[in-house]
Each structure stands twice: as structure tokens, then as C-alpha cells.
């Protein structure tokens, strides 16, 4: 189909007297099999209508240059449950299976499922890792920032996943700050004299050897 055509509307919903949202519809011309008339609609959370209008301009230019995404209603937790049998299960070591099945059972499922693949946004997984640096959902205590650097693997290398088969631009969970583990360690501090003698020792060592 060419993409030199297309035009929209955008619909105050429920009612023009009652706007709760609108809708913007992308009218893009005709099914040659069928048709039909090929319709894509796309809910805007706005009471505001230029800021539907807008959103149809930058839909009608998505189209025209290649790069709009078809909406979808798939969920964040049926897209893992489609990267797990589609793409872990086939190619990868039982271990790394259940690993993976660890982390979206425990940690991604709980927190992330019900939101919509397409509208998971970086703030909310910024705002959920920091919650688990206080308190995980899984035991009530925190998790270390190793943990949660593991479960962001998983959750990207799925989310990777999703921006190839383009149900998403872009990769939400790409830099994403989580901070580091603090550590004691304990360090041997030398005076200069035990420096001395070790280096002595360290030079008898080698001439020994010779």
C-alpha cells in the first residue's frame, strides 16, 4: 500500500459534552483483498483536544516515514510469557531457564504484568528498582544492587526482544540507574619501614633464585 495517503480524525470519548479521552484514528485507505476500509485507532489519555490533534499529526508522520507501530493491547506479563516459550525455552541451557523463570515469576510479573507492553515507561522501572534498594515484594527486605542489576539483564534482553519484533521503539530499561553495594573492606595499611623490609625481602628472594 502506498503511504503517500492517509488521513484522521481525532474523537472526544465518551461524548463531546463528557471528554474523558479522545480517540485518534488513522483512516489509511482500503484493503486490496477485502475492501475494507484500514482503520487504527489509538486511545490518548487527554481531556485536551489539540493535544489529540497532535497526537494524530505525529502518528500521520510515523506512518509516512515507516516508523509507526501498530497498537496493541498485549501486557507486558503476556509478552514475557511469549518471550519465555519463543525464545529462552528454545535457545538456551535448563539453567538459564529457570533462572529466567525466577526472575519474571518473582520480580517482573508482580510489579510490571498488568501494565501494556507499549506503554511501560522508564520511570516506572526506575521508580520500582529504587522501591526494591528499600524493600523487595518477594521478602520485605531489600535487595542488593547486584540483584537488582540481574533482574534488569533479564528484563532487557527480553525488552531487546520486543523492540526487534517491533512491538516497542525503544528499550525502557536502557540506562537505567541502580547505584552499587556499599562494602567494608578492610585494607593492611604498612608503615615505610615494613615497606622497606618487604621490599628487601622481595629483592633476597629473587637474588636466591639466580
Known sequence: MAKSKISGTVRPRPNADNIKYFDVILEMGRDPLTGKRKRVHYHVDTTDREEAENMLIMKQAEFLSGEML????????SYLD????????????PATVRDYEGV???YLK???GRIKLQSLQKSQIQQVYNQWRN???ASDKPLKATTVKHINRVFKASLNVAVELEY????????????RDMEDKDFDVYTVEEIK??????????????
Do not use: C
Not at 168 to 179: D, L, R, S
Open 168 to 179: 516497542i521503539k525503544k528499550n525502557p530499561t536502557n540506562h537505567i540507574k541502580i547505584g
Open 110 to 112: 508482580p510489579m510490571f
Open 82 to 93: 511469549e518471550y519465555m516459550r519463543d525464545y529462552v525455552r528454545v535457545q538456551s541451557s
Open 135 to 137: 524493600k523487595s515484594n
Open 70 to 77: 501498530m497498537p496493541m493491547d498485549k501486557t507486558v506479563s
Open 197 to 210: 623490609k618487604l621490599k628487601q625481602a622481595v629483592r633476597e628472594r629473587i637474588w636466591s633464585s639466580q
Open 104 to 106: 519474571i515469576e518473582r
